[in-house]
Protein backbone atom coordinates (compact mmCIF):
# COMPACT_ATOMS: atom_id res chain seq x y z
CA UNK A 1 0.00 0.00 0.00
CA UNK A 2 2.97 2.21 1.01
CA UNK A 3 4.65 1.63 -2.39
CA UNK A 4 0.96 2.19 -4.19
CA UNK A 5 0.60 5.53 -2.95
CA UNK A 6 4.11 6.48 -3.25
CA UNK A 7 3.64 5.84 -7.00
CA UNK A 8 0.29 7.74 -7.70
CA UNK A 9 1.84 10.79 -5.96
CA UNK A 10 5.32 10.49 -8.34
CA UNK A 11 2.22 10.55 -11.46
CA UNK A 12 0.28 13.58 -9.91
CA UNK A 13 3.47 15.35 -9.93
CA UNK A 14 4.33 14.52 -13.27
CA UNK A 15 1.41 15.71 -14.90
CA UNK A 16 1.96 19.48 -15.18
CA UNK A 17 5.31 18.50 -16.88
CA UNK A 18 3.29 16.39 -19.66
CA UNK A 19 0.87 18.77 -19.89
CA UNK A 20 3.87 21.68 -20.54
CA UNK A 21 4.81 19.34 -23.17
CA UNK A 22 1.42 18.70 -25.29
CA UNK A 23 0.71 22.64 -25.03
CA UNK A 24 4.12 23.07 -26.79
CA UNK A 25 3.76 20.73 -29.61
CA UNK A 26 0.40 22.11 -30.23
CA UNK A 27 1.48 25.56 -30.65
CA UNK A 28 4.53 24.98 -32.72
CA UNK A 29 2.28 23.14 -35.00
CA UNK A 30 -0.40 26.03 -35.25
CA UNK A 31 2.39 28.53 -35.99
CA UNK A 32 4.37 26.17 -38.90
CA UNK A 33 1.87 27.72 -41.88
CA UNK A 34 3.14 31.14 -40.38
CA UNK A 35 6.69 30.66 -40.67
CA UNK A 36 8.90 32.51 -43.43
CA UNK A 37 9.20 30.46 -46.89
CA UNK A 38 12.43 30.03 -46.75
CA UNK A 39 11.98 28.21 -43.50
CA UNK A 40 9.57 25.58 -45.08
CA UNK A 41 10.90 21.63 -45.49
CA UNK A 42 12.16 21.03 -49.25
CA UNK A 43 9.19 17.70 -49.23
CA UNK A 44 10.58 17.06 -52.56
CA UNK A 45 14.28 15.82 -51.34
CA UNK A 46 12.69 14.55 -48.18
CA UNK A 47 10.28 12.23 -50.16
CA UNK A 48 13.20 9.49 -50.59
CA UNK A 49 10.62 7.13 -51.66
CA UNK A 50 10.29 8.58 -55.14
CA UNK A 51 12.25 7.71 -58.41
CA UNK A 52 15.11 9.81 -58.95
CA UNK A 53 15.40 11.57 -62.57
CA UNK A 54 18.55 9.94 -63.71
CA UNK A 55 20.08 12.01 -67.13
CA UNK A 56 20.31 9.31 -69.99
CA UNK A 57 22.94 7.27 -70.40
CA UNK A 58 24.77 7.41 -73.65
CA UNK A 59 24.14 4.38 -76.16
CA UNK A 60 27.03 5.73 -78.40
CA UNK A 61 26.89 5.17 -81.86
CA UNK A 62 24.25 3.32 -83.59
CA UNK A 63 25.59 0.45 -86.00
CA UNK A 64 23.62 -0.24 -89.00
CA UNK A 65 22.38 -3.84 -89.61
CA UNK A 66 22.45 -5.34 -92.91
CA UNK A 67 19.13 -4.84 -93.57
CA UNK A 68 19.66 -1.29 -92.94
CA UNK A 69 21.85 -1.06 -95.40
CA UNK A 70 20.05 -2.76 -97.58
CA UNK A 71 16.96 -0.35 -96.64
CA UNK A 72 19.16 2.60 -97.91
CA UNK A 73 20.65 1.13 -100.91
CA UNK A 74 16.86 -0.01 -102.54
CA UNK A 75 15.92 3.41 -101.44
CA UNK A 76 19.32 4.83 -103.60
CA UNK A 77 17.67 2.81 -106.67
CA UNK A 78 14.54 4.09 -106.41
CA UNK A 79 15.76 8.36 -106.11
CA UNK A 80 18.10 7.51 -108.93
CA UNK A 81 16.29 10.07 -111.32
CA UNK A 82 15.77 12.67 -109.10
CA UNK A 83 19.67 13.17 -109.22
CA UNK A 84 22.08 14.71 -111.53
CA UNK A 85 24.86 13.72 -113.50
CA UNK A 86 27.75 14.88 -110.87
CA UNK A 87 25.68 13.29 -108.10
CA UNK A 88 25.08 9.55 -109.97
CA UNK A 89 29.01 9.43 -110.58
CA UNK A 90 29.86 10.77 -106.57
CA UNK A 91 27.48 8.03 -105.67
CA UNK A 92 29.02 5.03 -108.44
CA UNK A 93 32.20 6.21 -106.71
CA UNK A 94 31.18 5.14 -103.73
CA UNK A 95 29.27 2.46 -104.32
CA UNK A 96 32.39 0.91 -106.38
CA UNK A 97 34.67 1.13 -103.21
CA UNK A 98 32.11 -0.13 -100.67
CA UNK A 99 31.68 -3.24 -103.26
CA UNK A 100 35.12 -3.72 -103.13
CA UNK A 101 35.80 -4.32 -99.33
CA UNK A 102 32.25 -6.13 -98.74
CA UNK A 103 32.58 -9.14 -97.72
CA UNK A 104 29.33 -10.13 -97.06
CA UNK A 105 27.56 -12.04 -100.77
CA UNK A 106 24.08 -10.79 -99.76
CA UNK A 107 25.38 -7.28 -99.60
CA UNK A 108 27.50 -7.31 -102.73
CA UNK A 109 24.82 -8.84 -104.62
CA UNK A 110 22.40 -5.79 -103.40
CA UNK A 111 25.52 -3.29 -104.00
CA UNK A 112 25.18 -4.68 -107.68
CA UNK A 113 21.40 -4.29 -107.97
CA UNK A 114 21.44 -0.70 -107.26
CA UNK A 115 24.65 -0.18 -109.58
CA UNK A 116 22.30 -1.36 -112.05
CA UNK A 117 20.10 1.55 -112.44
CA UNK A 118 23.38 3.66 -112.40
CA UNK A 119 24.31 4.97 -115.92
CA UNK A 120 27.58 6.07 -115.11
CA UNK A 121 31.00 4.08 -116.75
CA UNK A 122 31.84 2.85 -113.31
CA UNK A 123 28.67 1.22 -112.36
CA UNK A 124 29.14 -0.49 -115.47
CA UNK A 125 32.66 -1.76 -115.00
CA UNK A 126 31.86 -3.10 -111.43
CA UNK A 127 28.46 -5.61 -113.03
CA UNK A 128 30.95 -6.58 -115.07
CA UNK A 129 33.14 -7.36 -112.81
CA UNK A 130 30.67 -9.02 -110.42
CA UNK A 131 30.20 -11.37 -113.10
CA UNK A 132 32.94 -13.54 -111.81
CA UNK A 133 32.94 -13.03 -108.31
CA UNK A 134 33.51 -15.82 -106.10
CA UNK A 135 30.05 -16.64 -104.90
CA UNK A 136 27.58 -17.95 -107.13
CA UNK A 137 24.34 -15.79 -105.51
CA UNK A 138 26.55 -12.88 -106.03
CA UNK A 139 26.56 -14.19 -110.10
CA UNK A 140 23.26 -14.32 -110.13
CA UNK A 141 22.33 -10.99 -108.81
CA UNK A 142 24.74 -9.69 -111.51
CA UNK A 143 22.67 -11.38 -114.34
CA UNK A 144 19.71 -9.81 -112.58
CA UNK A 145 21.26 -6.80 -112.93
CA UNK A 146 22.59 -6.71 -116.42
CA UNK A 147 18.65 -7.67 -117.27
CA UNK A 148 17.37 -4.12 -116.07
CA UNK A 149 20.50 -2.69 -117.76
CA UNK A 150 19.83 -3.85 -121.36
CA UNK A 151 21.84 -3.08 -124.42
CA UNK A 152 24.31 -5.01 -126.34
CA UNK A 153 26.51 -5.47 -123.57
CA UNK A 154 23.94 -6.98 -121.53
CA UNK A 155 23.48 -9.39 -124.57
CA UNK A 156 27.09 -10.15 -125.02
CA UNK A 157 27.95 -10.60 -121.34
CA UNK A 158 25.08 -12.79 -120.34
CA UNK A 159 25.53 -14.83 -123.13
CA UNK A 160 28.92 -15.96 -122.47
CA UNK A 161 27.69 -16.40 -118.65
CA UNK A 162 24.83 -18.90 -120.04
CA UNK A 163 27.78 -20.86 -122.16
CA UNK A 164 30.82 -20.46 -119.67
CA UNK A 165 29.80 -20.15 -116.05
CA UNK A 166 29.69 -23.71 -114.38
CA UNK A 167 27.24 -23.53 -111.97
CA UNK A 168 23.98 -24.03 -113.41
CA UNK A 169 21.62 -21.55 -111.18
CA UNK A 170 23.98 -18.58 -112.63
CA UNK A 171 23.46 -20.14 -116.15
CA UNK A 172 19.90 -20.75 -115.55
CA UNK A 173 20.10 -16.69 -114.43
CA UNK A 174 21.71 -16.06 -117.90
CA UNK A 175 19.06 -17.52 -119.93
CA UNK A 176 16.72 -15.84 -118.09
CA UNK A 177 18.04 -12.54 -118.19
CA UNK A 178 18.31 -12.86 -121.63
CA UNK A 179 14.70 -13.07 -122.23
CA UNK A 180 14.11 -9.57 -120.48
CA UNK A 181 16.88 -7.84 -122.42
CA UNK A 182 14.24 -7.58 -125.45
CA UNK A 183 17.46 -7.68 -127.59
CA UNK A 184 16.50 -10.22 -130.67
CA UNK A 185 20.26 -10.93 -130.48
CA UNK A 186 19.97 -13.14 -127.53
CA UNK A 187 18.15 -15.64 -129.41
CA UNK A 188 21.83 -16.90 -130.75
CA UNK A 189 22.90 -17.91 -127.13
CA UNK A 190 19.11 -19.05 -126.27
CA UNK A 191 19.37 -21.33 -129.00
CA UNK A 192 22.33 -23.10 -127.67
CA UNK A 193 20.93 -23.63 -124.71
CA UNK A 194 17.90 -25.34 -126.35
CA UNK A 195 20.37 -28.34 -127.08
CA UNK A 196 21.84 -28.69 -123.47
CA UNK A 197 21.12 -32.08 -121.75
CA UNK A 198 19.20 -30.76 -118.47
CA UNK A 199 15.10 -30.42 -119.60
CA UNK A 200 15.10 -27.07 -117.25
CA UNK A 201 17.65 -25.64 -119.09
CA UNK A 202 15.78 -26.42 -122.04
CA UNK A 203 12.84 -24.79 -120.39
CA UNK A 204 14.55 -21.61 -119.85
CA UNK A 205 15.16 -21.17 -123.09
CA UNK A 206 12.17 -21.58 -124.34
CA UNK A 207 10.28 -19.82 -121.67
CA UNK A 208 12.92 -17.12 -122.59
CA UNK A 209 12.49 -17.15 -126.55
CA UNK A 210 8.65 -17.05 -126.10
CA UNK A 211 9.17 -13.41 -124.34
CA UNK A 212 11.58 -12.25 -126.88
CA UNK A 213 10.07 -13.19 -130.08
CA UNK A 214 6.45 -13.07 -129.12
CA UNK A 215 5.73 -16.65 -130.83
CA UNK A 216 3.02 -18.99 -129.53
CA UNK A 217 4.77 -22.71 -130.43
CA UNK A 218 4.45 -23.46 -126.21
CA UNK A 219 6.89 -25.48 -124.86
CA UNK A 220 7.58 -27.93 -127.44
CA UNK A 221 11.43 -28.08 -128.16
CA UNK A 222 11.45 -29.41 -131.43
CA UNK A 223 9.86 -26.47 -132.74
CA UNK A 224 11.86 -23.87 -131.04
CA UNK A 225 14.87 -25.94 -132.23
CA UNK A 226 13.81 -25.55 -135.98
CA UNK A 227 12.84 -21.94 -135.63
CA UNK A 228 16.23 -20.78 -134.07
CA UNK A 229 17.28 -22.46 -137.75
CA UNK A 230 15.59 -20.97 -139.37
CA UNK A 231 12.38 -22.19 -140.24
CA UNK A 232 9.16 -21.18 -139.91
CA UNK A 233 6.98 -23.69 -138.39
CA UNK A 234 3.12 -22.84 -138.11
CA UNK A 235 2.02 -21.92 -135.25
CA UNK A 236 -1.20 -23.76 -133.45
CA UNK A 237 -4.11 -22.30 -133.61
CA UNK A 238 -5.82 -20.72 -130.18
CA UNK A 239 -7.90 -24.01 -130.13
CA UNK A 240 -5.11 -26.35 -130.32
CA UNK A 241 -3.06 -23.57 -127.83
CA UNK A 242 -6.50 -24.22 -125.39
CA UNK A 243 -6.55 -27.63 -125.45
CA UNK A 244 -3.28 -27.93 -124.20
CA UNK A 245 -4.15 -25.70 -120.93
CA UNK A 246 -6.13 -28.92 -119.97
Known amino acids: MHDSG ?5 MLQGWPIRWYSIG ?27 KKETAPVDQGPTIATPQDRINKLHQMAKTVPERGPAQLEGESQDLAQVLRKEEDPLL ?25 DTDR ?25 LTSDTDID ?6 RALGDTGDPAATTALALALEDHDP ?24 WRDYVKGKSPPEPSLSARMKSWF
Request: proline share 3%.
Open 6 to 10: AFTTR
Open 24 to 50: LCWLLLVSLPACSSTLKPNWDKLAWWK
Open 108 to 132: RAEILRTMAVYPTEIATKMLTAGLK
Open 137 to 161: DVRVACCQAWAKRKGHDATRLLSEM
Open 170 to 175: VRMAAA
Open 200 to 223: AMQYRAVQSLRKLTGKKYGDNVAV
